[in-house]
């Protein structure tokens, strides 16, 4: 048997467009054993758990498992799954991407290792079909990160200790496939630039702390204005952030999830802030303020 935590994450962080994530002390936890002659057997619990997630084959955290096990040229027979969701589905958290990397690494524990850390990174990009929420959840902290056709390339740092993420999450789901729908096909050049010279910037500031002109570092124009008309009152839950002391306001992952950066001594006001402005659009979202995590995947108990 083998147990771990898996952390969500948020990615793109403003201008990191598919390349920016980082890692939040929010947890699902993965349990794997074998019983032999046993059917597959996966349970779902915990307040994210939802009647809709696959108990067969179909789910995305078997099919992990699954791939593991093939390329340890083993069968997975006998395999039981139990899951323990903290973290909402569909809600720009990285729901996928913890499905992907709980299944990967807590087969692997299970297996004895025989994929490296690497190997992890590589196959988990692959199901994935792009680095920036699965190498922080793999690897904890915050990331920049490439996929290339043999191997992840990323840089990992780590967040500022009184960096804290008000998150508002709501109660609608915005599929991945659905956000990325809006966005336009090519760029200028301009936007390229703009979006680009940010990145380094953004590393910079969520390291160390200091959030100064942050919401100018974390504007974007790759994704953002595109998307933000999908989500219910992104505008005043930003304008509402920031006059409460946030350093800056920016979509988590593909949304609908708003990200508030701020520090612990104004994440309450940003908090109450930010839930006031969303009750004039009719949205009673779930507020969390969490941490960065800085570990990533752990083996439990």
Same mark, same amino acid.
């Given at each position: 048997?083998?147990?771990? %935590? ?16 980082? @890692? ?41 498992? @699954? ?38 690494? $807590? ?10 850390? +690497?190997?992890?990174?590589?196959? $988990?990009?692959?199901? +994935? ?19 290339? +056709? ?41 936007? @390229? ?11 910079? %500031? ?77 949205? $009673? ?12 995947? $752990?083996?439990?108990?």
């Amino acid at each position: 048997m083998a147990k771990i %935590r898996v952390p969500a994450t948020t990615a793109n962080l403003g201008p990191g467009f598919d390349c920016l994530g980082m @890692a939040l002390s929010i947890y699902n936890h993965v349990t794997i054993s074998r019983e032999d002659g046993a059917p597959l057997r996966i349970s779902a619990t915990g307040p994210a758990a939802t009647p809709d997630i696959p108990v067969d084959e179909r789910n995305l955290v078997y099919k992990a498992v @699954a791939r593991v096990f093939e390329l340890a040229g083993k069968q997975p027979k006998g395999i039981k799954l139990e899951l323990e969701l903290e973290s909402p589905l569909a809600r720009g958290l990285g729901s996928s991407a913890s499905a992907i990397v709980g299944g990967m690494f $807590v087969a692997n524990e299970l297996l004895g290792r025989p994929l490296s850390m +690497e190997q992890l990174a590589l196959e $988990v990009t692959r199901m +994935e079909g792009h680095p920036d929420n699965v190498i922080p959840c793999l690897v904890g902290g915050l990331t920049a990160s490439i996929g290339l +056709e043999d191997r992840v390339l990323y840089e990992k740092v780590l967040p500022a200790t009184q960096l804290r993420c008000v998150l508002f999450i709501p109660n609608y789901e915005l599929e991945t496939a659905t956000a990325r729908g809006v966005m336009p096909k090519q760029i200028s050049m301009k936007d @390229a630039v703009f979006n680009g010279c940010r990145i380094p910037f953004v590393l910079s %500031r969520l390291s160390s702390g200091d959030l100064s002109d942050l919401d100018v570092i974390m504007d974007d124009r790759l994704h953002q204005p595109y998307r933000i008309p999908l989500i219910k009152g992104y505008k005043d839950v930003r304008d509402a952030a920031l006059d409460a002391g946030a350093g800056a306001v920016c979509i988590s992952g593909a949304g609908p999830t708003i990200l508030a950066v701020c520090t612990e001594q104004t994440a309450d006001a940003v908090a109450a802030a930010g839930s006031q402005a969303l009750s004039a659009h009719r949205v $009673v979202p779930d507020i969390r303020i969490a941490t960065p995590d800085f570990n990533g995947c $752990v083996v439990e108990g």
